[in-house]
Nanobody, 114 residues
Framework: QVQLVESGGGLVQAGGSLRLSCAAS????????MGWYRQAPGKQRELVAT??NYADSVKGRFTVSRDNAKSTMYLQMNSLKPEDTAVYYC?????????????WGQGTQVTVSS
């Protein structure tokens, strides 16, 4: 089964840091089409960052990276604010069995307390 599996969410105080991981299973990353999104309660899902594009609200605080040897992409989040509280989703193209398809992770909750 081809999937993206997320981990690393949790509860953190304002000003703290978290690193989210998104591991590819059953497929491999073959391009730079990847990103992180988030959805807060009562709001629409929004783009947080890709490798080359960051939302204004997270610029200078969040960093996207990927380790191809580990088939894992990351979102390093520093100087977290209460308004960063949301469910975070990774998204990427994965190659498997001759097919290239887009996948979403299952989501991981990030809660930032003030």
């Amino acid at each position: 089964q081809v999937q993206l599996v997320e981990s690393g969410g949790g509860l953190v105080q304002a000003g703290g840091s978290l690193r989210l991981s998104c591991a590819a299973s059953g497929g491999i990353f073959v391009n730079n089409e990847m990103g992180w999104y988030r959805q807060a309660p009562g709001k629409q899902r929004e783009l947080v960052a890709t490798k080359t594009n960051y939302a204004d609200s997270v610029k200078g605080r969040f960093t996207v990276s990927r380790d191809n040897a580990k088939s894992t992409m990351y979102l390093q989040m520093n100087s977290l604010k209460p308004e960063d509280t949301a469910v975070y989703y990774c998204n990427a193209d994965l190659w498997s069995g001759g097919n290239l398809r887009n996948y979403w992770g299952q989501g991981t909750q990030v809660t930032v307390s003030s």
